[in-house]
Nanobody
Framework: AQVVESGGDQVQPGGSLKLSCVAS????????VQWYRQAPGKQREMIAS????????LYADSVNGRFTISRDKDANAAWLEMTELKSEDTATYYC???????????WGKGTLVTVSP
C-alpha cells in the first residue's frame, strides 16, 4: 500500500499547478489527508489538510487563499491546486494519509515544485 504524488513541475511566478495524490491498495476515504512541503534547508511543514469525510479543511497562513485541497472517494485520490505561485513556494511536496479509525499512516516520496522566471 502506498500514496504517490505527481504533478510537480517548474512554473513561472504567478502560475498554477495541480498536484495529485493517488492511493493504492488501501481506501483513502478512510484516511485524513495532509499536504506537506519541504524547501531546501528548511523543515517540513504542513500546508493543507482535509478530514476523511472532507468536512474540515485547514490551510497554513502562507498558502491560504491561493491553494485548495480536495479529495474524491471514487478516485481514491486527493489533490492540491496551487495558484498565484511564488518563488517561496519552491519545495518538494508530500502527501500524507493518516487513518481516521485505525491502521498505518502513509507518506509519499514527494513531487518537486520549482517556481522561477
Amino acid at each position: 500500500a502506498q500514496v504517490v504524488e505527481s504533478g510537480g513541475d517548474q512554473v513561472q511566478p504567478g502560475g498554477s499547478l495541480k498536484l495529485s495524490c493517488v492511493a493504492s491498495d488501501f481506501l483513502l476515504r478512510n484516511y485524513h489527508v495532509q499536504w506537506y512541503r519541504q524547501a531546501p534547508g528548511k523543515q517540513r511543514e504542513m500546508i493543507a489538510s482535509i478530514t476523511y469525510l472532507g468536512g474540515n479543511i485547514l490551510y497554513a497562513d502562507s498558502v491560504n487563499g491561493r491553494f485548495t485541497i480536495s479529495r474524491d472517494k471514487d478516485a481514491n485520490a486527493a489533490w492540491l491546486e496551487m495558484t498565484e505561485l511564488k518563488s517561496e513556494d519552491t519545495a518538494t511536496y508530500y502527501c500524507h494519509a493518516t487513518p481516521a479509525f485505525q491502521g498505518l499512516d502513509y507518506w509519499g516520496k514527494g513531487t518537486l515544485v520549482t517556481v522561477s522566471p
